[in-house]
């Protein structure tokens, strides 16, 4: 049996353009790579038993399907939808899917941005957000999903 068989599965989504952090103006998102960020989940994961899978799309209907295929089979969801957080019906509609706990994440305080980061399309359908924390706020979502029964 596999590892990720016995113990609960997180899946974590980023979106768009999130593959490119490291590069992607470090003084708003931080210096690390998505690679990185990834690793670190993954470890925290493992020491918290449970299974972490990430997930990188540019696309929203790649981020609708993912979410859509892994409906009956995750624990929780993270989910950084990026640019799609402020325009999304779709992934919106797709979160509405499942019965898990959901934590919306940002790198970047988006309340403190310009006035279209304001306003996101999922805020309301998901069980907390989380915004500001830079990565950090991956591990704090990841910690409350691990101890949510
Ligand atoms: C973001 C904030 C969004 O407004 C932006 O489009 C992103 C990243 C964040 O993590 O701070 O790509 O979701």
């Known amino acids: 049996m596999e590892e990720q068989d016995k113990q ?35 470890a925290r994961g493992e020491s918290l038993g449970c299974f972490v899978e990430t997930f990188q799309s540019n696309h929203e209907g790649g981020i609708v399907e993912k979410i859509q295929q892994s409906s009956n089979r995750i624990a929780g969801l993270i989910i950084n939808p990026a640019a799609f957080t402020h325009t999304s019906i779709a992934i919106r509609d797709a979160i509405m899917l499942l019965d898990v706990p959901v934590i919306e994440i ?6 403190q941005r310009e006035p279209f980061r304001h306003k ?30």
């Open 120 to 149: 996101s399309m999922i805020s309301d359908v998901v069980t907390g957000q989380i915004t500001g924390f830079g990565d950090y706020g991956y591990l704090m979502a990841l910690d409350f999903l691990a101890r949510t029964p």
């Open 106 to 111: 940002h790198l970047s305080n988006i309340y």
């Open 8 to 42: 609960p599965t997180i899946l974590i989504i980023h979106g768009p353009n999130l593959n490119m952090l490291g590069k992607r103006e470090p003084e708003i998102y931080g210096k690390k790579t998505l690679e990185e960020i990834d690793a670190l989940l993954k």
